[in-house]
């Protein structure tokens, strides 16, 4: 069994982790635990957002303005068959506007409760990373303490005997676990950053092409260029004077 793990390189591999642990004791064990679970939970939200499709607007976009000119079933056809979230949420949208019996405000009611279980569900377990970036500096730091606290008794204990190289040493190893509670934390934060931020341009998308398909967007120019190629005129722009 030791020549096996040895042919695999195992035994190379764990040695740097295994002298960490000699030098760093219980709180780097706890650190490397909490990396651990940091880089599962970004591997799992990297996945998730990749499944989801957690960016892609592109066909979203284009149902709306397939839905603008008429095209309403060719519209749907394209949001049912994406599978990011927003989408779905504009899927939602189009067959609450496909029932005129149903008031517009119980659709728009209808399409927030689905906006907020997505984001719900992208937002998972972002908590716990958040966490995860905030404790490991604490725990880095807690083990430093408690290693000055032990290289200063050292010290104490030695009397006038003491010895330059062993309290280096000793506070060596103390800020050793200050490093890797930062190791820990960067990297945690920076993937927190980057998901908190994926999460935010999807919702905005989703606000502004929801309303958009209620609206129709009939602020805006290229609207009311469309509208005046179908009628024949010219598009109208009012120019409002403020009161002297």
Not at 32 to 44: E, H, K, N, Q, R
Not at 142 to 165: E, K, N, R
Not at 182 to 206: C, K, N, T, W, Y
């Amino acid at each position: 069994m030791n020549a096996m793990i040895e042919n695999l390189g195992l035994t190379a591999a764990m040695t740097p982790v295994m002298d960490l642990l000699a030098k760093g004791g219980v709180v780097v064990g706890l650190l490397l635990v909490v990396s651990v679970l940091a880089l599962t939970i970004v591997i799992a939200k990297l996945w998730q957002f990749w499944i989801a499709g957690v960016g892609r607007h592109r066909k979203a976009e284009q149902a709306v303005a397939f839905w603008r000119v008429g095209k309403r079933d060719q519209a749907y056809r394209i949001v049912v068959t994406d599978r990011s979230p927003v989408s779905d949420v504009l899927a939602h949208a189009m067959r609450g506007l496909m029932k005129p019996q149903v008031p517009e405000k119980r659709v728009r009611e209808d399409v927030e409760r689905v906006c907020f279980t997505h984001l719900a569900d992208l937002r998972s377990y972002l908590r716990a990373l958040d966490m995860i970036a905030q404790i490991a500096p604490l725990l880095g730091l807690f083990g430093t303490v408690l290693g000055m606290i032990g290289a200063f008794q050292a010290m104490a204990d030695a009397g006038s005997q003491v010895d330059p190289s062993t309290l280096a040493g000793g506070i060596w190893v103390a800020l050793l676990t200050t490093a890797v509670g930062l190791a820990v934390a960067i990297p945690a934060s920076v993937m927190l950053s980057l998901f908190e931020g994926r999460i935010e341009r999807d919702q905005g998308a989703m606000e502004k092409i929801v309303t958009e398909l209620f609206t129709g967007a009939v602020t805006s120019i290229a609207t009311q260029t469309e509208e005046a190629e179908q009628v024949g005129t010219q598009p109208r722009f009012e120019v409002v004077h403020d009161a002297p």
